[in-house]
């Protein structure tokens, strides 16, 4: 598997008549090794794939990679120079995403006689399309997620705060095998789920609020997402209006897309809904992104977007709209794109959930 992720690093390497192809960001040098660590830096030569590692990861590094040379970086040591020497590379590309200002006038300094080439995020653009067994492990943390938001789901009564809700669902996503959380799980209620990116407080939720909840787990390197909103007793008719509006409008997106499609015509879509039921100036950010290592990751989806909808992307849409002073409501799925449309892949129903 990550064999076939290297020679397609090799393929763009060939095509940009280069040496080598150096990169930084550590869930690249994941997804083309398996090896994760604080620290690394992966050289992808035509012949050879070497990876720098401090110390503290050599063991690791060894046991988890194949087919990798394994060298240890050591102060006041030139140890890419001297690879670079040993190779006689002459024009190496470079991740210039992942690839800090100081980082790339270092390896200026220590490599004179090569020629940097930037790429920009290249091996993000591979990871777009996930493989079988990414969609496998993907799929366990959903179910995961899914199965700890359940539990959870009974504990929520009035009286309750929002830290002590999220706290919770971290705790039982990692008793049902999480790594971790994919993100700082938000749990925001009342005219606090106004804030897309609320951060839970002290606030004790109350009978007629909203609770807006976007949680994920992390389970073999991968990431999922996914946002309910809840109603606590009776609700307001203006916010159940609004759930309506949201999930109308996340169901119309999931019916609508497919391979070839813009990215951005698939966010006006969602927007355009959301603006033809009024509510357009309180939905601010994109319909959705993609999803795998990264909880964020290419695709991006919304105005400003670029590309199309591929085979075996697995991306988020996630409407939402906000009211100052008054509450909020997002919805959010995962979809696998298919040649017959969209997948949902989280299984928990956005219909309203009463607590």
Known sequence: MREKRITKVRDIIQSKNLDSCILRGMENIFYLT???GSEGTLLVTRDDVILFTDFRYITHACGVTHNIKIVE????????GEVCAEYG????????????????HRWREKMPAVELVALGNIVEDIRRQKEIEEIYVIS???????????????KIYPGQTEKDIANELEYIMRQCGAEGPSFNTIVASGIRAAMPHAEPAEKRIQEGETVVMDF?????GYCSDET????????????????????DAKKKAIEKVKVGMHLKELDSI????????GYGKFFRHGVGHGIGIAVHESPVIN???????????????EPGIYIPDMGGVRLEDMLLITEKGAKVLTHIQKEMLRI
Do not use: P, Q, W
């Open 228 to 247: 309910c909103t809840l109603f606590v007793g009776r609700v307001d008719g203006k916010m159940m209006e609004i759930f309506n509006v949201v999930n």
């Open 140 to 154: 366990k943390a959903i179910d995961i997620a899914t199965d700890a938001f359940k539990r959870v789901l009974e």
């Open 303 to 317: 105005s400003m977007a670029d590309g199309i909808i591929e085979e075996n992307m697995v991306f988020t849409i």
């Open 270 to 277: 969602v927007r355009g809904f959301i603006e033809d039921a």
């Open 216 to 220: 994920g787990a992390k389970y073999g």
């Open 73 to 80: 970086l050591k102060e006041k040591e030139n140890a890419l």
């Open 89 to 104: 590379i002459k024009r190496m590309g470079f991740d210039s995403f992942h690839t800090s200002y100081d980082i790339y």
């Open 34 to 36: 398996g090896f994760r």
